[in-house]
């Protein structure tokens, strides 16, 4: 086995979460629980035929969530789902969705805790 790349905090996240998921680009991407620019996690996206790992975007907390947890999955529209523990408005994590084409993500759901549950895994 060949040692690709480590996890070890600001760069490249730090302890990575989850699956990688083959997107439809034929890129992998996945998620860390921490590490980043804010210690809470980022989406990478890792280039097997050019041996690449990009930072994708650092979870910030209330904006886009923070330490997500479980595994991404890509949707008929193209888009990558994910979810994080922490984070959101009412700082119970949030449903996002990633655009590998624009590299942006959109929060669609915070977490509240009452209505529809709180800290997903």
Known sequence: MI???DFYGANNGA???GTLIQATNGELYGMTRYG???DYGVLF???PAANTLIKKLDFDGANNGRN???SLMQATDGKLYGMTYNGGT???GVLFQYDPAANTLIK???F???NNGSYPR
């Open 3 to 5: 040692k690709k790349f």
């Open 15 to 17: 302890y990575p979460h």
């Open 36 to 38: 980043g620019a804010n």
């Open 45 to 47: 996206q890792y280039d």
């Open 68 to 70: 997500p947890q479980g």
């Open 90 to 92: 009412n700082n119970g």
């Open 108 to 110: 669609k759901l915070d």
């Open 112 to 114: 509240d805790g009452k």
